[in-house]
């Protein structure tokens, strides 16, 4: 299982940007992928996920300005980044559980500049 995220840069708050994820070596029509960020100094955290039903579920601090989606055809799921703020500076990577065991890709660093 490989996943490569893309997308990430430097924006300027109240920006936008969209972030990419392939996924190869999986089929990813029938697995919930994830996107998930980590800061300087703070854990990882859950910020997005679609399910294979097309269900999603949002973290509070990104609900209403991030969205996930999915092109199944094209192994890839996006966030869509609207409304950023400094606090959404992370490396944002994509995540899928399969057979009990969560593969990460290489993530991609998003900067919000004041």
């Known amino acids: 299982v490989q996943l490569q995220a893309s997308g990430g840069g430097l924006v300027q708050s109240g920006g936008s940007l969209r972030l990419s994820c392939k996924a190869t070596?999986?089929?990813?029509?029938?697995?919930?992928m994830r996107w998930h960020r980590q800061a300087p100094g703070k854990q990882r955290e859950l910020v997005a996920l679609?399910?294979?039903?097309?269900?999603?579920n949002y973290t509070d601090s990104v609900t209403g300005r991030f969205t996930i989606s999915r092109d199944n055809a094209r192994r890839t799921v996006y966030l869509q980044m609207n409304d950023l703020r400094t606090e959404d500076t992370a490396v944002y990577y994509c995540?899928?559980?399969?057979?009990?065991?969560?593969?990460w890709g290489r993530g991609t660093q998003v900067t919000v500049s004041s």
């Open positions: 995540g899928v559980t399969w057979r009990a065991r969560d593969y």
């Open positions: 070596g999986i089929n990813m029509s029938i697995h919930t």
């Open positions: 679609m399910s294979s039903n097309g269900k999603t």
